[in-house]
């Protein structure tokens, strides 16, 4: 019993403080609203990094050139041509033929040498060891905590028949919103490691001359008779023929340049996020005249296409003309759609939930403060008519269950 009078006592005071600011001098038969200032907010960009930057090393392999080189592998050398004597024969009484002697070539002899050339100079190679990384997350705040007034349904115990009394105001807590962004974050930067690349030698054979060609001399003994004489005009000797030296051609591989590596720095990636920053509060202020009719449930007479929750070109241009006025007062607005029994009663559920967001959604594009606005859809729960499922109804009977209406709340 004391817990009931407590709840009335409170709830006295609550509609007593209430009707102390109610409009001065209302005119009979008009209707007024309690007109808020909402909340004026403003949107600020927050740049979270989600990747670190880091240090990514490019290698590049060591530069090589093949050069030609002409080496020698024969030596130059001489060999010994025999030139004979030439004679002459007079018709005398003389030797037949002087004592003489000839020459025998002794031909020179030829050995073999290996040389050994670096073909492949030393060199190195570079190997990536890559960045490693760890997760991470930062959470910010994109909505701080605020408050809006709501105001209780009228006590059905009360005996006023004046529909602004018993009720009171309630500034109802709304809790700030996080959101947490994952980051990859760098643990360990990339490196490299250095190996040794070996190089080779290859080997080639050369002939050189061992010994060099000579003559030897064999005397031939003078022969007498009483004939003619064949003296020796010019006497035999040997003449130098030159054998040029022989060359070959080889590949060689160098190294001009030795394996390096390139630091290249990748940036940081980042993400941004929108924060909705109080810029002014808002609170109650005057009461505002309202047509008595907009109290109620009026209709927007939009023709949604079958199954569309799609705002055609005429139902914007119906907004515009019979809500928008209305909105720009300062007024709050309740916008509810409702679908006829055929279908599921779910389909028609979501159905009409799209579509009073599609007309809310509208509005605030046009400039409407999302706060001035409250969408609802209530499928086939509120039929104006018999037409429930299982009933055979007309297409106009359907149709006037088929319908958007507004109307004006004490918000």
Known sequence: MRKLLLSITVFIFGVSAFSQDLPENPEPGKCYVRCKTPDVWKN??????????????????????????????????????????????????????????????????FGSETLTYTAKEDASKLSIIPATFKSGSETIEIKPATAVWQMSDKAPDCESSDPNDC?????????????????????????TQKMAVPGFDKSYKKTVVAKEPTTRRIDIPEVTKVVKKTVMVTPPTTRVIDIPAEYSTISKTVLVKDAWEENVTVPAKYKTVVKEILVEKGGLTSWKEVDCKLTESSPLPI??????????????????????????????????????????????QDLSERRALAVTNYLIAKGINPSKLTGNGYGENKLTNRCSDGVSCTEREHLANRRTTFRVINQ
């Open 303 to 348: 023709n949604w296409n079958l199954g569309s929750a799609t705002l055609t070109s005429a139902a914007k241009k119906i907004i515009d003309s019979r809500l928008l006025p209305i909105l720009k007062t300062g007024v709050a607005v309740a916008i509810e759609s409702h679908t006829d029994s055929r279908g599921t009663k779910e389909s028609n």
């Open 167 to 191: 009720r009171y105001w309630c500034y109802k807590p709304i809790p700030s919103e996080f959101v947490t962004i994952p980051q990859t974050k760098l643990d360990v930067d990339a490196y």
């Open 44 to 109: 600020q960009d927050v740049t979270i990094e989600t990747y670190a930057a880091y240090n990514k090393v490019v290698t590049y392999p060591a530069v090589y050139k093949t050069v030609s080189e002409r080496v020698l592998i024969k030596e130059a050398s001489q060999r010994l041509e025999l030139v004979p004597a030439v004679y002459e024969t007079r018709d005398v009484v003389v030797t037949v033929k002087e004592a003489s002697y000839k020459l025998e070539v002794v031909p020179g002899s």
